[in-house]
């Protein structure tokens, strides 16, 4: 299975909030509803290729137990996992059984959206110390859970790079190629998140930060998502988005969106 990208959550305090500094920034996001268990909320800022950044809150701000990721949405802490596309959980968990990965799930979920009931079940791999996604399947159609963009027409066009930060970057190449088979990886260095990785083909790189704003990260919340990195035009993306920032990430120019402490930027097509 090649780990195709479905959406990124990421986690805010308080959606109000949260959607305002998108907003602030350029993009368009739309509500999504509550979660079935009544805990958190979500907006979505859906990309033309269908991708979305999940933007989650608690429904009651300031509640310090919502949600699978309660530690980062009590500290505003932006992308707190990546899921992936599967055609079933149930399959998906099973494969990564017989790879020798840890599982949790399948767990139903839903919420209520102005085009019908969305419900999908998903499924987690690893451990609390895992830098692998969690799992998507649709039980309604997906358009149910995911509606149109509307950003066609925008420099931004997905998610490009999701940036895993990780105690231990052989380690997690290793968990990789051992569930999804992967090509042997580039590697490069970075100021700003170590050591890296990246499959050719693939929309995840792993890094192994040094001392740091990555690091100290990683060492509050362990191995989890440090950066999201969308596909643009980055010359036209700045016209339309706050970027600040540049380098270089196996050879692709990169910029940060203001206002989202380096976790959220644009990499050229």
């Known amino acids: 299975m090649r780990p195709v990208i ?34 958190t909320e979500m907006s979505m800022v859906v990309l033309p290729d269908g991708s979305y950044l999940e933007l989650l809150a608690p429904t009651t701000p300031g509640d310090e ?24 959980v149930h399959s998906e968990l099973q494969r990564a059984i017989g790879r020798d990965v840890e599982v949790r799930g399948p767990v139903r979920g839903g919420r209520e959206t102005d085009r019908g009931t969305a419900e999908w079940d998903v499924g987690f791999l690893g451990g609390d110390d895992s830098p692998l996604p969690f799992v998507v399947s649709d039980r309604a159609p997906r358009e149910y859970r995911v509606p149109d963009s509307a950003l066609y027409g925008s420099p931004v066009s997905g998610i490009g790079r999701v940036v895993l930060a990780v105690p231990d970057l052989d380690a997690a190449i290793d968990r990789f190629t051992g569930l999804y088979r992967l090509p ?12 890296l990785a990246a499959f050719p083909g693939q929309d995840v790189a792993i890094c192994e930060p040094d001392d740091g704003p990555v690091r100290e990260r990683l060492d509050r919340f362990g191995p989890c998502p440090a950066c999201v990195l969308l596909t643009a035009d980055v010359s ?15 050879g692709k120019r990169v910029r940060f969106v203001e206002g989202f402490e380096r976790r959220l930027g644009v990499i050229e097509r």
């Open 6 to 39: 479905d959406h990124v959550p990421f986690a805010g305090a308080a959606l109000d909030d949260l959607t305002a500094r998108f907003e602030n920034a350029g993009f368009a996001p739309r509500y999504g509803g509550e979660h079935g268990d009544g805990d």
């Open 65 to 88: 137990t919502a949600g699978h990721w309660p530690e980062f949405l009590a500290a505003d802490a932006g992308p707190c996992a990546w899921c992936v596309d599967a055609g079933s």
């Open 184 to 195: 042997t990886p580039e590697r490069d260095v970075d100021s700003r998140f170590g050591e």
């Open 236 to 250: 036209e993306a700045a016209t339309r988005h706050p970027l600040t920032g540049g380098r270089e990430l196996f």
